[in-house]
C-alpha cells in the first residue's frame, strides 16, 4: 500500500498563497485517485479537492473554487495543492489522501498545518 507524506503548511496572513506537497512512496499515476481533505478545530474532516488518475479531472469544495489548484506530477509520483487568496476560514490541518480504485483502500497522511491570520 502506497503511504503519503504531506509538507508545505505555515502561517500566512489573508490573501496569502501557499503550495502544500504530498510525497506518495510508490507509484500512484494509474491507480490511484489522489485527494486534499482538510480539518479545522471541532469540525469534520472534509474533502477540498481531488484529483482523478490519467484524466487529470479535478473537483473542489464550492468554498475554494477559484482560489485553489490541485495538480499531480505522476512522474514524481507527487500531488500539489496550489491555495492563493487564503482566508481565515482555511485555517485547519490539511490531510493528502489516496483512494485506489481497485481495492478502494484509503492512505492518509498524518497531516500539516495551514493557519491563515486575519
Known amino acids: 500500500q502506497v503511504q503519503v507524506m504531506e509538507s508545505g503548511g505555515g502561517l500566512v496572513q489573508a490573501g496569502g498563497s501557499l503550495r502544500l506537497t504530498c510525497a506518495a512512496s510508490d507509484r500512484i499515476g494509474e491507480n490511484y485517485i489522489m485527494g486534499w481533505y482538510r480539518q479545522a478545530p471541532g469540525k469534520q474532516r472534509e474533502l477540498v479537492a481531488f484529483?482523478?488518475?490519467?484524466?487529470?479531472?479535478?473537483r473542489y469544495v464550492d468554498s475554494v473554487k477559484g482560489r485553489f489548484t490541485i495538480f499531480r506530477d505522476d512522474a514524481k509520483n507527487m500531488v500539489y495543492l496550489q491555495m492563493s487568496d487564503l482566508r481565515p476560514e482555511d485555517t485547519a490541518v490539511y490531510y493528502c489522501n489516496g483512494r485506489n480504485l481497485w481495492s478502494r483502500l484509503d492512505t492518509w497522511g498524518k497531516g500539516t498545518q495551514v493557519t491563515v491570520s486575519p
Open positions: 484529483i482523478t488518475p490519467q484524466t487529470n479531472n479535478a
